[in-house]
């Protein structure tokens, strides 16, 4: 059984970061691509930034150039450091897993965490 657990939202201003955190409990961590969505207020979950099998990092373009997504491979986990954050950005972030990626839908991926909250003021 995977288990994914997010951490590390919070409220910020305009302008801030913050830095989420995603742990993944199985020892094949490695086997699997993995991805950030977020889901704003009254609006659909949408995908933010994705690691395919290969290990190729690709964004969202709202994201893109103020998001960064790694690994952290000594400690299982995926990381989205967040920069220049905006009121757009607000929203419960979630961290996804799936063994083989096919795209970065949110129907491509079967493992997903609880979601951790993110509020960006103006």
């Known amino acids: 059984q995977i288990q994914l657990m997010e951490s590390g939202g919070g409220s910020v201003q305009a302008g801030g970061s913050l830095r989420l955190s995603c742990n993944f409990a199985s020892p094949s961590y490695n086997d699997y691509c993995m991805a950030w969505f977020r889901q704003a207020p009254g609006k659909e979950r949408e995908w933010v930034a994705g690691?395919?099998?290969?290990?190729?990092?690709t964004y969202s373009d709202p994201v893109k150039g103020r998001f960064t997504a790694s690994q952290d491979n000594g400690k299982n986990s995926i990381i989205l450091q967040m920069n220049n954050l905006k009121p757009e950005d607000t929203g419960v972030y979630y961290c996804?897993?799936?063994?083989?990626?096919?795209?970065?839908?949110?129907?491509?991926?079967?493992?997903w965490g609880q979601g951790t909250q993110v509020t960006v003021s103006s």
């Open positions: 690691i395919n099998n290969d290990k190729r990092i």
């Open positions: 996804a897993a799936e063994l083989n990626c096919y795209g970065f839908g949110e129907l491509d991926f079967g493992y």
